[in-house]
């Protein structure tokens, strides 16, 4: 399938686009912030509802404008579709497919297929498990949609489950720990446990399925992710996925070395599982095993990727996922996706360019942005597009240079349409160390206002006055904005020695935690996944006591913080910072569950 | 804003469920528009309502004296209890005319996230009522989403103990639609709940 003509109307940076598309190649090629990326963005979002870049809709709807139009003439088969979407934040968005009357926005799902790789993957193998989670399950339902709904039913399950082991808490650690309970508690604690048993079965049945289903999917996608590394690396190491689940060792061990059991045998292992760590669970009040807890490894000859292999490896095994994920589609779907590779040579060798360009030749239809048309192999010669400050044309723009302010003074939208990095990658962040966004005289208002409690906000989403805020680490240098751990939900006073009143509550956590707690507790903060959530391989931010609050626990991601503050959570989400909760019942943890 | 009781009688009605504000500033304009006996036959209605309407000691459902119709009419199936989540469920299972027997409202659904759990629905007046020697059958109708099925289940794990037949009504095709028009998890769940044909 193709796309033969995308509009766009307010969305991002554009107040009016209309592209031709051809089969083949089609390069965009602009500066930074000029917004070739919104391009591409547009066609992902008809075909998944979702964007790549944010989790809210909100960014999409051009500054100012109420809301965005994005349609497209799909071709399959030399049978042409039109799709048309309206997307209203806050509100429900309206669909129509051909000329039919407006259908729900899910119904336009699955007559454009994209698979897109984006600098954000880079996520895929250095970020946390639940990118890793999302990418197999998004996979998962892009072959078989009924797959969304079993994601959401596990979601609402969990939920469930996690409120009643949360409100139970105290009934529950009182009767297990050998309290006396009045009658009324016995009762209660009677009563909890018996529908526990309900949302352990349900939550097992729908859990289990989800597993199987990942399962296979891993089992059909491991060949292609080892030859598309193989065919963009030529052959340097060999690509492998690993399943880690959170179910009992005699089952995970299994599935880690590639079977996948049946499902029922799941579901028991899943039985097994509550049983087990009913304890921990009740003393944590959160759901402790499920694929929402699950991760896959991925490896590179015989090291894990992640924290061992270089930046222009990772981003080929990104690579090699995503073209794995096309490869299957395209056997499953008897037709190309449209693949989009979003900014994805700048960081490759010329090697790994050319054979990628080798690669990706014979898809239907390949939609490519670069900030430098050079970059671009000539093997994959097509037709070009330049664009500038939102506007789309096949000629290149006079060669007036367009300066960086120039580009950033824009709406918001235009701000994010940076595709410079392999992250969010604010310009501003190349500022000199101990300075903070803005004119340096506001660095020490900014700072005092964090120590008061106010809410961050990051250069992402600047307050709308429009002076952003956040403060560098002193130990890292990272510069990407985080919450200070005193400064969640509660604005907290700042206290005798300058501590936040959150950070007195963990000090005494800490010492009333029994010695074999705090080295599991120690022992999970060393691991690899407590990378700076910056990304940039800070090793050391999670690691240690803070000195501000005395926190020894790994910090909640800002990603994940947004997610459950917005609701939006997947089967990740869920209310549940599970992979940076801290071992024990700690704030860290609390923070993330509002 | 409006102007003093207009604004008040706008602000009651968008507490209601299912009313917002735009909604809430519509019927209040109807209600200025309306004969002042439409109008106070609607609130006469409105406080009689309060005063009058009682829960049914039995079953839990709506009743304007201690037992609402279902329970005081002796011509009724005692053999058969059926369980629903509200009131409104049994008017619209009445509306079958399939059911002769009795039911129980258990007044909502499982729901910790509500911070609902058993006790704070009808469960032990069920229980109460399974003592009823010629009761043979419970039928569970809670509603198929997640909740309802948790407290079917719950339900059935009590009850089962008993020795009384315990079903759950199905769930699958709408009678008269179409197959294509199905969504998945209902086709999926119609393919599981298939019946032998011949």
Redesign the interface.
Known sequence: MRLRHLSLRDFRSYSEAEVDLTEGVTTFVGLNGQGKTNLVEAAGYLASLGSHRVSNDAPLVRFGAERAFVRAAVVRDSRETVLELEIVPGRANRARVGRSAATRPRDILGTLRTVLFAPEDLALVKGDPGERRRFLDELLVARQPRWAGARSDYDKILKQRNALLRSAQPVLRKGSRGGTLTPEEAVSRETTLDTLVEWNTHLAAVGASLVYARLRLLRDLAPHVASSYDEVSAGRSEARLTYVSSLPEAVAHRIADGEVPEREELEKAFHQAFEEMRQREIDRGVTLVGPHRDDVTLTLGELPAKGYASHGESWSFALALRLAAFHLLRNDLKTDPVLVLDDVFAELDAGRRERLAAMVADAEQVLITAAVAEDVPDALSGRTYYVTKGSVSAEEADAAPLTESGTTSGSPADATSDDGGADHDCRRRRQPRGRVHGRPDDARGTRREFGGGTRDVCCRGRPPDGSPSGVGSRSTGCRRTRVPSGVSTHASKPTRHGHTRRAQRTRRTQRSRPAAARQQHEATARGPRMECRCRRGHRDVTVGRSRRTGCRGPRLSRQLRERNSHGTGGVDGVGDPADLACVDDHPVDRAGRR | MYEGVVQDLIDELGRLPGVGPKSAQRIAFHLLEADEDDVRRLAEVLLRVKETVHFCEICFNVAESNLCRVCADPQRDTTMICVVEESKDVVAIERTREFRGRYHVLGGA????E?I???DLHVTELMARLGDSTLTEIIIATNPN??G???A??LA??IGPMGIKVSRLASGLPVGGDLEYA???TL?RAFEGRRVFA
């Open positions: 499982l729901n910790p996230i911070g759990g058993p006790g997640h909740t099925e948790a407290t289940s719950y794990r009590q969504d998945e998890v999926g």
